[in-house]
Every structure is written in C-alpha cells, then in structure tokens.
T-cell receptor
C-alpha cells in the first residue's frame, strides 16, 4: 500500500485566497483525521471522520475552515479566505480500526500564506 | 477531557546510554496510549501502543514503554541509544469512552550524541 497520500506537498498563496488540501487515506481504514502542526501550538486535532461522517470538528479554528469526506478514499480541508496565521504543516492521518488503532500519517502539506 | 504532558522539551543522551522520554496523561476512562516519532520534513510514524494487558510494551527500533496507572505515566525507553534515534517524539492518548479522538503531547526532541 502507498500509505496516506496528501497533496500538494507545498502550497504558497496570498492572503485572501482559497486553499484546498487533499488526502487519500489507506484503503480499508475507516477513520480519518486532520491535524495542524506549528511551533507554537504543536499538533492540533482539527477534525476527524469515521465511516466518512464528521464526528468531532471542535478543533476547527474558525468558519473559514471546512472539511469534507465525500467517500472512503478522499477528503479535503479547505480554507477560505486564507490568512497568514494559517501558515502551518497540515497532516492527514487514517486509522484501521475503531478506537484502538494507531494513526498512519501522510507526509503533510506545508502551507505558507503571504 | 483528555490531555497529555511531555515535561521535557529536549532530552540529551550519549550514544550507547539508556534513554527515557517522559509522558503523563489524563483521561476520564481507560487510556489507549501511543508513541510516535517524527523525523525532519516527515509525517509521524507509529512506534508502539498500550491498549491493555502487560504494562511493558515493546515496539519498533528497540523502543519500549512502561504503563503506570497509579502515576498516569507512559514513559518511552530504550536500553542503548543510537545517533539515528535523534528525532522528535510524541506521546498520544485516546480515551476508550471518548470515541476516536487522539490527543498529542507537545513533543520531546531527543538528541543522541556520538
């Protein structure tokens, strides 16, 4: 298996622009997580899905952030409009089993908002 | 609410010496505990987990961790450190009654000197 695939690896955009990050989880995994990593705040859980249904989005910082999982093999995280403080590394992770499973992380998207 | 504390920002150890990276946790139910490692510009990689059973858990690359319920700790250990172990280490916790939400500690940077 190719692992969790995220795209793009790097994104540079200007303040106010829409940004869409993409994630393909490992086939057969039924849970998907979006995390954000910064030096100041560490790893923050933004939202997670189970069987394509959003379970907890309490970590989504503002209404500018939205996430979807239209099917078991694809998820997006959208920021509209983007701001410089959104600059971070965004990780997607998937998990194979309910509750007890470890997370498998993608390589992340480095987002820079100028 | 669940939480994880890693009290040390950095741990320095000489190659060949034993290492310990500390972690304490707080959950309302029974904990599922995890350790992950992150190398530069990479996603997190799973090392080991405690779900139930033996308090000493063995994982990848010679690492092990000891679960201590009374001290609510899950310290990561290795008998003999390698320079290649130098990386960022994260402790994570999931509450068995709280769904699939996995919360990470702030991370501890391990530096192994040759």
């Amino acid at each position: 298996d190719a692992g969790v695939i995220q795209s793009p690896r790097h994104e540079v955009t200007e303040m106010g622009q829409e940004v869409t990050l993409r994630c393909k989880p490992i086939s057969g995994h039924n849970s998907l997580f979006w995390y954000r990593q910064t030096m100041m705040r560490g790893l923050e859980l933004l939202i997670y899905f189970n069987n394509n249904v959003p379970i907890d989005d309490s970590g989504m910082p503002e209404d500018r952030f939205s996430a979807k999982m239209p099917n078991a093999s694809f998820s997006t995280l959208k920021i509209q409009p983007s701001e410089p403080r959104d600059s971070a590394v965004y990780f997607c992770a998937s998990s194979p089993s309910v509750g007890q499973g470890e997370l498998f992380f993608g390589s992340g998207t480095q987002l820079s908002v100028l | 609410a669940q939480s994880v504390a890693q009290p040390e920002d950095q741990v320095n150890v000489a190659e060949g010496n034993p290492l310990t990276v500390k972690c304490t946790y707080s959950v309302s139910g029974n904990p599922y505990l995890f350790w992950y490692v992150q190398y530069p510009n990479r996603g997190l990689q799973f090392l080991l987990k405690y779900i139930t059973g033996d308090n000493l858990v063995k994982g990848s690359y010679g690492f092990e961790a000891e679960f201590n319920k009374s001290q609510t700790s899950f310290h990561l250990k290795k008998p003999s450190a390698l320079v290649s172990d130098s990386a960022l280490y994260f402790c994570a916790v999931r509450d068995d009654g709280g769904g699939f939400k996995t919360i990470f500690g702030a991370g501890t940077r391990l530096f192994v000197k040759a």
